[in-house]
Nanobody, 119 residues
Framework: VQLVESGGGSVQAGGSLRLSCAASGYIFGLYCMRWFRQAPGKEREGVATIGFDGSTSYADSVKGRFTISRDNPKNTLYLQMNSLKPEDTAMYYC??????????????WGQGTQVSISA
């Protein structure tokens, strides 16, 4: 299993970024995927989840601003982030659930991509 994030960067508040996570080594469409983030000195936070069936859920802190999606033929997960705030600054990671069709126990992780939002 390999997960490689990209798309992070530095933008001003109110701006947008789109993160990507390229997956390989398994049948992408069978697994739930989640974006996490971790800011310095803070606990890791689950940001958005997408099920194998395309269902989605979001942390309250990003609801209405972030959109998680997946392109199964391309083996790629996305996170569209709009109306970014300084508090969104963090390292963002994509992760895969351990078991097929079960959206829990995220055991496989990418290396992360940094998102920095200036006021």
């Amino acid at each position: 299993v390999q997960l490689v994030e990209s798309g992070g960067g530095s933008v001003q508040a109110g701006g947008s970024l789109r993160l990507s996570c390229a997956a390989s080594g398994y049948i992408f469409g069978l697994y739930c995927m989640r974006w996490f983030r971790q800011a310095p000195g803070k606990e890791r936070e689950g940001v958005a989840t997408i099920g194998f069936d395309g269902s989605t859920s979001y942390a309250d802190s990003v609801k209405g601003r972030f959109t998680i999606s997946r392109d199964n033929p391309k083996n790629t997960l996305y996170l569209q982030m709009n109306s970014l705030k300084p508090e969104d600054t963090a390292m963002y990671y994509c992760a895969r659930a351990r078991y097929v069709r079960r959206c829990s126990d995220y055991s496989y992780w990418g290396q992360g991509t940094q998102v920095s939002i200036s006021a």
